[in-house]
């Protein structure tokens, strides 16, 4: 079946460095990916989203390319703040319905 | 623009009692589904409704728990009888229905406490 992985947390960084979080796609086609990021005490926010391979998904700094040879979709922000700690969810749709991966805690200390 | 609504956004209840969790979707999607997040199990979806209609509800724990949308502007989670294992934060989140690529906006969350 359709399922996410990334990479385990926490990832701990100090401020303006670089972050990536992995993050891989198993699916039967080709679906539409997305990261959401969690701020503590809050729901799911979207963060970018790509729909076909090769796309770019970008926001906020973040971004995300669609990468159907590798089915990825890694997470990258050149200078992380200390605002962005917060738990990040990569995710797959075919049919509307997410299948998340298991969410990876960044904590950015200044 | 509101945003998903959801009710209460905190609830206490002692093991035994129903508990009913609201959902007000934002205005013109017509998808819905409620999830259910956990330090243990991370973030599951529980049930989603296209239209109104469940689509799929093999998230559902089991027959405690049940979900209704009687129209397009609301729904709810019913926990009867509840269990402190139940002990989590609800979310409800929204999306327009028929393509992968709509994203889904989520509510604010109910965190239930059963004791």
């Known amino acids: 079946g359709n399922s996410v992985t990334q990479m385990e947390g926490p990832v701990t960084l100090s401020e303006e460095a670089f972050l990536t979080i992995n993050c891989t796609y198993t699916?039967?086609?080709?679906?539409?990916l997305f990261w959401y990021v969690q701020y503590p005490g809050e729901g799911l926010q979207l963060l970018l989203k790509?729909?076909?391979?090769?796309d770019k998904g970008s926001n906020k700094g973040f971004e995300a390319t669609y990468r159907k040879e590798t089915t990825s979709f890694h997470l990258e922000k050149g200078s992380v703040q200390v605002s962005d700690s917060a738990v990040y969810f990569c995710?797959?749709?075919?049919?509307?319905?997410?299948?998340f991966g298991q969410g990876t805690t960044l904590q950015v200390k200044p | 623009d509101a945003g998903v609504i959801q009710s209460p956004r905190h609830e206490v209840t002692e093991m035994g009692q129903e508990v009913t969790l609201r959902c007000k979707p934002i205005s013109g999607h017509n998808s819905l589904f409620w999830y259910r997040q956990t330090m243990m199990r991370g973030l599951e979806l529980l049930i989603y409704f296209n239209n109104n209609v469940p689509i799929d509800d093999s998230g559902m724990p089991e027959d405690r728990f049940s979900a209704k949308m009687p129209n397009a502007s609301f729904s709810t989670l019913k926990i009867q009888p509840s269990e402190p294992r139940d002990s989590a934060v609800y979310f409800c989140?929204?999306?327009?229905?028929?393509?992968?690529?709509?994203?889904?906006?989520f509510g604010p969350g109910t965190r239930l406490t059963v004791t």
């Open positions: 699916a039967t086609g080709y679906p539409s």
């Open positions: 989140a929204s999306s327009r229905a028929g393509a992968s690529f709509y994203e889904q906006y």
């Open positions: 995710a797959g749709s075919e049919t509307g319905k997410l299948i």
């Open positions: 790509a729909t076909k391979a090769d």
